[in-house]
């Protein structure tokens, strides 16, 4: 699977224990929790989901951490806050 980008930069900021990213064009808030933040900064278009799994696992639970991983970038792409990477 081709690495996710995210579909535009956006400025954010930290707001409690979730992070609020401002659409440029739209001026539209999008909240994410910290994880799918995480997620999200890591769409650069070359960061790997197996990257990615590597970044947040421990004690062997890549498994979960990898099921886990590819439903926040399902969600971050229905919002449409990332793309896969041809």
Avoid: H
């Avoid at 707001?15 to 997620?39: C, H, Q, R, W």
């Avoid at 990615?52 to 926040?72: E, H, Y």
Wanted: glycine share 6%; net charge negative; with cysteine.
């Amino acid at each position: 699977m081709n690495p996710p980008k995210k579909t535009k930069e956006m400025s954010w900021t930290r707001l409690g224990n979730s992070y609020v990213l401002v659409d440029p064009d739209s001026k539209e808030n999008i909240t994410l929790d910290p994880i799918a933040f995480m997620v999200w900064v890591q769409c650069d278009g070359e960061t790997t989901i197996e990257s990615m799994t590597d970044v947040f696992s421990v004690d062997g639970n890549r498994d979960v951490v990898q099921a886990a991983l590819k439903g926040i970038l399902e969600k971050l792409e229905k919002n449409g806050l990332i793309e896969w990477n041809e």
